[in-house]
């Protein structure tokens, strides 16, 4: 009964902001204006009803800033209200520029305490953020949400990994915030230079964004292991915000912060709204970036909402295993669904691959997987590693990819989002 009256008020509260959006600030926003409330849509009662309005596709969005240079039409206030300027990063096309007012950084810094809190965090916190602080919005939100906490932010821009490493040792830094590949590899350079984190070092949280991989068991472990610390994912995105968190009972997912967006999942091809357990494609609503909102958005973000209460006890939407993949992003081999994180989950059972690569090809009418792994230290033979990987493969997926080995230090490295995933025609 106490999650039911949970969800009603989380409900009324959603619907009770996302009212005041319409009324009084779409009027001004020249993109919704016309996509909503000028074919009828600027009344919501219940959710139901908002369920009837249609979605906004990245797409459209694309295209309105093409159109109307540089910045689209979907800001509600004229451009001197403006105070940040931040943009996607690019990776599956043109990046789109997006601007926030002061308010709309307020909401995102309260947006970020909350998955500080969440992981345990607290104002005697020192946090590193291991990100170069460029024009993608990364962590820069986060940087405003540790200053909410009230805990000390330590920046590590413009510095080398060595340096960060040595930052992070010297300052006692007690929280690290950065991609889960990068996690990775700087407990791998820590470790090559003698260094081992868990036990020099005072992490005691790690909390990543950027990509699925925190999410991801395999990575989860690793970075939990090489750190000697408690590793949390966070979900978000640049035209979204900061909407999700894993919560220190960690229990195998994340939860959507229903007080600040509203959260649906659907089937990707029919728009319909799927049932709890079922996989779908996320979509968001924010509701206190009033600056430059999104109305039932597709992320492109495929997930599972979850059928059972968290035993943090909060009554949010949990996302069973955090963000899955992406929606373009899944191939079909022999029949068999891929998506990029579960072979990730497999190449992070080998401690001695260091970094790889996964390619999707098409080789006559047939979908292939090409696996490049890049091991720690040269070897002789490389025969053993790869019968261990195909072998690992055919358990977990039920296929045998091609696998080539290259030598140490082949491959690139990331420290924002990965790119190990491309997928040919």
């Not at 109307?68 to 004229?78: E, K, N, Q, S, Y």
């Not at 990776?91 to 007012?101: Q, S």
């Not at 079922?278 to 600056?291: A, I, K």
């Not at 430059?292 to 949010?316: E, M, N, W």
């Amino acid at each position: 009964m106490e999650a039911s009256v949970n969800r009603k008020a989380i409900e009324a509260r959603q619907i009770e902001k996302l009212s005041r959006i319409l009324k009084a600030e779409l009027p001004d926003n020249a993109f919704y204006r016309h996509k909503l409330l000028e074919k009828g849509f600027s009344n919501v009662d219940s959710l139901a009803d908002f369920r009837k309005f249609p979605f906004t596709t990245k797409s459209e969005l694309v295209e309105d800033q093409a159109t109307h240079p540089p910045f689209g039409t979907v800001l509600t206030f004229p451009p001197e209200r403006y105070i940040r300027i931040h943009q996607t990063s690019g990776t599956t096309g043109k990046p789109m520029y997006w601007l926030d007012t002061e308010e709309s950084w307020q909401w995102w810094a309260e947006c970020w305490k909350t998955i500080f809190e969440a992981a345990g965090a607290n104002p005697g916190d020192r946090i590193f953020f291991a990100f170069s602080f460029g024009p993608f919005i990364g962590f820069w939100t986060g940087w405003e949400g540790a200053r909410k906490l009230g805990a000390l932010a330590i920046s590590g821009g413009g510095q080398t990994t060595a340096q960060r490493l040595k930052a992070i040792l010297d300052y006692r830094a007690t929280v690290l915030v950065c991609t889960p590949t990068y996690a990775v590899h700087m407990a791998s350079e820590a470790s090559k230079a003698g260094t081992d984190l868990a036990s020099e070092s005072a992490i005691r949280i790690t909390i990543h964004a950027g990509e699925p991989g925190a999410s991801i068991p395999g990575t989860k472990k690793r970075i939990e292991e090489a750190w000697g610390a408690k590793c949390y994912d966070h979900p978000g995105a640049t035209e979204v915000g900061a909407f999700g968190f894993e919560c220190d009972a960690r229990s195998g997912g994340v939860h959507i912060n229903e007080t600040e967006f509203i959260a649906e999942v659907i089937n990707p091809e029919t728009g319909d709204s799927v049932r709890e357990g079922e996989r779908g494609e996320l979509v968001m609503t924010n509701l206190g970036r009033h600056g430059s909102p999104v109305i039932r958005y597709r992320t492109g973000d495929l997930v599972r909402p979850g059928t059972r209460a968290c035993t943090c006890g909060r009554p949010f939407m949990l996302l069973e295993g955090g963000v899955l993949g992406r929606a373009d992003d899944m191939v079909i081999v022999r029949g068999v669904n891929v998506f990029p994180s579960a072979i990730e989950n497999i190449m992070r059972e080998f401690s001695e691959i260091e970094e790889f690569r996964i390619e999707a090809y098409r080789k006559g009418e047939m979908q292939e997987l090409k696996l490049t792994l890049e091991p720690k230290t040269a070897v002789s033979s490389t025969q053993s590693l790869e019968e261990k990987v195909v072998s690992r493969f055919r358990e977990q997926l039920g296929l045998r990819p091609e696998v080539e080995t290259v030598a140490p230090g082949t491959l690139p490295r990331f420290e924002l989002k990965a790119r190990r995933f491309f997928k040919y025609p």
